[in-house]
């Protein structure tokens, strides 16, 4: 198997930036939402800082289970605003959604705690469950993007945040979702042959 031309410079350094930008807009839109939900003014006020918080984490491994512990609390916090203004659960899509990706994202870190210790499970073939976990951490990664898109056409949102601004929050969770999966797919997923 043949190695690739060498990458230029130019593209090595388009490449970083591009992912440095990622990470200052996943950063920049959880701060935002933090500061929008102004936390502790009411139950739901925690609901969108943990649920923010949850999405964007680094250091993977020590990270996801901070993931889940703080999609959690996003989710008690919710629960318990719904059931003292007595609405119902689990009527829009935003939290039918939600619903959906934090069970992926539980269902993902018990696959990657299998991977963290197959002698223990006794697993045999690790670079395909390895693959299993890349290929549904990015459906995961694209589940929590809509997720945050369909808060950000939440009526609490809209009532904050309007005109050119909306839009452009509304826009804002894609970037780092396509630089995660680009990165992700070049790195992890295998590479076809391409004969000529």
Excluded at 103 to 122: E, I, K, N, V, Y
Excluded at 170 to 182: Q, S, T, W
Aim: with cysteine; glycine share 6%.
């Amino acid at each position: 198997m043949q190695a690739g031309p060498p990458e230029s410079r130019v593209s090595r350094w388009l490449r970083r930036g591009t992912g440095l930008l990622a990470h200052l807009v996943a950063l920049g839109l959880t701060l935002f939402l933090l500061l929008l939900s102004r936390p502790g003014t009411s139950l739901f006020s925690w609901h969108p800082v943990f649920m923010s918080i949850a999405v964007k984490v680094w250091l993977h491994w020590t990270a996801q289970t901070l993931v889940v512990v703080a999609a959690t609390l996003g989710l008690a916090f919710i629960i318990s605003s719904k059931n003292r203004s007595e609405l119902p659960h689990l009527v829009s899509w935003h939290s039918l959604l939600g619903i959906l990706t934090l069970a992926a994202t539980c269902g993902q870190a018990l696959c990657g705690l299998s991977l963290r210790f197959p002698q223990l499970l006794r697993i045999s073939s690790v670079a395909r469950l390895r693959l299993y976990h890349v290929t549904c951490g990015l459906v995961v990664c694209l589940l929590a993007t809509f997720t945050v898109v369909l808060g950000i056409c939440s009526d609490w949102f809209q009532a904050q945040i309007k005109g050119v601004a909306w839009y452009f929050c509304l826009a804002l969770p894609f970037y780092p979702a396509l630089v995660i999966m680009n990165q992700t797919t070049g790195v992890h997923l295998p590479k076809k042959r391409v004969c000529v």
